[in-house]
């Protein structure tokens, strides 16, 4: 199983909703990522897990949770967003932290704020 | 200012016909540098990555070229399908210890038949 899955594909929400992202993967790899894609735009990091930890934080706001149960999935916890956070939001994993090792993104979610 | 630029910016090929995509970078130092195709609202997926030792990689109708020397790195598509119309992004990632990957902004090509 060489796929990372992502649900849902799409969601809209208000801005005083709570929603989450899910995010799994069952290739055994050991750090997970959250990226930001606008239209037209590359990715954005957002954060990066090892080994279930939190490492890297891109100076994301507060509005933005994530969070890592086990080592196959990672969630993105949602609350109080504003439209301008719509967005494609992409999730990645790779066997290892580390640039040597290729990153496997998700098909996405199409996150509308209204 | 970015340190990875693609060009063109965006292209028009007719279905049959080959186009060669530009990378430059920065990024220093060097680890690897990927290309990516990312249809319409999809997750990018992995085309090749090259380490600063490798000078060309296929996988089959493309082919990516890296010069450590220059900077510069260039995906060649052959004999292009209307499948092949996405946007490429090249990736560059820093030295081996860190996380982070610069993103191109992306070539996005249209196959028209």
């Known amino acids: 199983d060489t796929e990372v899955t992502q649900t849902p594909k799409h969601l809209v929400m208000g801005m005083t909703n709570k929603k989450s992202l899910k995010c799994e993967q069952h290739m055994g790899h050991r750090a997970m990522y959250w990226y930001k894609q606008k239209a037209k735009k590359p990715p954005e990091l957002m954060f990066v897990?090892?080994?279930?930890?939190?490492?890297i934080n891109e100076s994301v706001p507060s509005r933005f949770s994530p969070e890592c149960p086990n080592s196959s999935l990672l969630n993105l916890h949602l609350h109080a967003l504003q439209p301008e956070d719509s967005a494609l939001y992409l999730c990645a994993s790779s066997q290892l932290p580390g640039n040597n090792y290729e990153q496997y993104f998700g098909p996405g979610t199409r996150l509308t704020v209204t | 200012k970015n340190q990875v630029e693609q060009s063109p910016q965006s292209l028009i090929i007719l279905e049959g016909k080959n186009c060669t995509l530009q990378?430059?970078?920065?990024?220093?130092?060097?680890?690897?540098l990927r290309w990516y195709k990312q249809d319409t609202g999809r997750g990018p997926v992995s085309l090749t990555i090259m380490t600063f030792s490798e000078n060309t990689k296929s996988n089959g109708r493309y082919t990516a070229t890296l010069d450590a020397d220059t900077k510069q790195s260039s995906l060649h598509i052959t004999a292009s399908q209307l499948s092949d119309s996405a946007s490429y992004i090249c990736?560059?990632?820093?030295?081996?210890?860190?996380?982070?990957?610069?993103f191109g902004a992306g070539t996005t090509v249209t196959v028209r038949a």
């Open positions: 990378c430059n970078y920065t990024v220093s130092p060097f680890s690897n």
């Open positions: 990736v560059v990632s820093l030295g081996p210890k860190g996380n982070k990957l610069s």
């Open positions: 897990y090892s080994y279930e930890k939190l490492s």
